[in-house]
């Protein structure tokens, strides 16, 4: 039911799953592919929301159209944007939208689709999904599995990278799944040896020195395919190797000293890449690497201020040096990063004082242009500008949002970080209790039983100081709460 892909960054988890949904869509599977993105750069859900609308844009129209009215107008509430695909009136209230609605409407019209084809989800850099989407996909996986047929089985493709600690708390939920054998992981390694000069010497046609260049390049990248294209892309550049023709040429294929180029890194690797580029089209690819993974041309223009049309033309030239890739609709953005690894790397290059800067700018603009319907996201930018007041108000109001949609383990982690800055700069007490107040009540629907008692207590603390009303009620129910979470009250 669940195949987690698992490897080293750079190492074609991605790569490997197109593959394998090119030939899926081939005999008629409908795919849904949706991405995770770092803490604030998407809404709670974003993966599988993306998933959702891939996956029901792209679904022949007969099968569109045999998913029932209210069906499509509940999943609209989670999804807005296939209110459009549906053709129905812009659902209002989606804040509103408790877990047990969630979870219902995705259920209920994957099971609708899946009655006439197949389907495969891919969610892809699972390791930056929440705790409550690990927890939506669980509830998915069962509930398929409670209605399905052997003819339509249902599959979900996890890429997960394997440097990353983020996932030794939200893994539970596929813990229990690989538990009752509904998880099988896949193992995706570096290339052999033996692998990249066979890759080599095929896409060199049998170019002579092909298998030396071949042992340098493993020696260099331990067989990374990433790196090795990338290692690849600089002898281009510097002229040592030219791949127009059917068989390769350029000095690195003759005899003598083999010297590939002196970066150690992929970071290296892509700054090198930037170098032939105009300086505009560096300057629109930095303000792009701050607004994230994905982005959209005016985006780019909020920070650097510039015509559209010159811009376009910066963007056609980071696509012809494959740095970005343009994005085809239900997609929402228009332009991706090739990699996260480029993406990163660029942003890394930026000076952290101008980056600051720039995440300032977007935070202001995003406020000016969609107030608080972009609040992740303009946290995400207050997050990384060092302005700490500003990230602690839209702290609150973006974990709010993520309580609407019962994304609590977002709203906690979020809160967390909110609470902490908030000590340091000394936010009014009246601040911090609103943010002790949602603390406690995202961990009672957490079930966290430690964090439920620690808040419930600094609430009543806090509040008693401050003459709160109500504040005993509240402090008794979450221990009610923390104790039936641990079977306390049974015992009773």
């Not at 019962?406 to 800055?421: G, N």
Request: one cysteine or more; proline letters at 4%.
């Amino acid at each position: 039911m669940v195949a987690v892909l698992k490897g080293e960054q750079g190492v074609g988890k991605t790569r490997l799953a197109q593959e394998f949904v090119r030939r899926l869509q081939s005999t008629g599977v409908s795919i849904g592919w949706g991405r995770c993105l770092p803490v604030g750069q998407g809404v709670p859900h974003f993966s599988i929301r993306m998933a959702l609308l891939d996956l029901i844009s792209n679904i022949p129209p007969a099968v569109r159209t045999s998913i029932p009215e209210w069906q499509a107008a509940e999943i609209s509430r989670f999804v807005p944007e296939l209110a459009d695909v549906f053709r129905i009136k812009t659902i209002s209230g989606t804040q509103q939208l408790d877990q047990n609605q969630i979870f219902s409407a995705i259920c209920n019209v994957v099971s609708t689709i899946s009655k006439s084809v197949s389907i495969l989800f891919v969610l892809d850099d699972i390791h930056w999904a929440s705790k409550s989407t690990f927890h939506l996909l669980e509830f998915l996986v069962r509930y398929l599995l409670s209605v399905q047929t052997g003819a339509n089985q249902k599959v979900c493709i996890l890429t997960i990278s394997s440097d990353t600690t983020q996932l030794i708390n939200q893994t539970i939920s596929l813990v229990r799944l690989r538990r009752d054998h509904l998880v099988r992981d896949i193992m995706i390694s570096n290339l052999l040896p033996e692998d990249v000069s066979h890759w080599i010497t095929s896409a060199s046609g049998g170019a002579k020195n092909a298998k030396r260049l071949a042992d340098a390049l493993y020696n260099k990248t331990l067989g990374n395919p990433l790196f090795i294209r990338e290692t690849l892309g600089a002898l281009i550049r510097d002229g040592k190797l030219r791949t127009d023709n059917v068989t390769w040429e350029g000095p690195i294929l003759k005899t003598g000293p083999l010297r590939l180029p002196l970066a150690t890194s992929i970071q290296q690797l892509i700054e090198a890449r930037l170098q032939p580029l105009g300086a505009k089209a560096v300057e629109t690819i930095q303000a792009a690497a701050v607004i994230g993974t994905y982005f959209d041309v005016h985006e780019v223009q909020l920070i650097l201020g510039r015509e559209e049309q010159p811009i376009f033309k910066d963007l056609e030239e980071l696509v012809a040096a494959h740095i970005i890739e343009v994005n085809a609709p239900p997609k929402k953005h228009e332009f991706e990063f090739s990699h996260h690894l480029i993406q990163q790397a660029v942003y890394e290059m930026i000076l952290p004082p101008a980056r600051a800067l720039m995440h300032r700018k977007m935070a202001r603009k995003l406020i000016e242009e969609r107030g608080e319907k972009a609040a992740s996201r303009i946290l995400y930018h207050y997050r990384n500008s060092n302005d700490f007041e500003a990230f602690v108000r839209w702290a609150v109001i973006a974990a709010r949002q993520a309580i609407g949609l019962s994304d609590y383990a977002t709203a906690a982690a979020v809160l967390q970080e909110a609470e902490e800055i908030g000590a340091k700069i000394q936010i009014p007490a009246v601040s911090m209790l609103e943010i002790i107040h949602l603390l406690g009540e995202s961990y009672t629907f957490i079930h966290d039983r430690e964090k439920i008692y620690a808040y419930a207590k600094i609430y009543a603390e806090m509040a008693q100081q401050m003459n709160v009303s109500g504040w005993q009620e509240t402090s008794t129910r979450w221990m009610r709460i923390a104790r039936l979470a641990t079977g306390e009250l049974a015992q009773m």
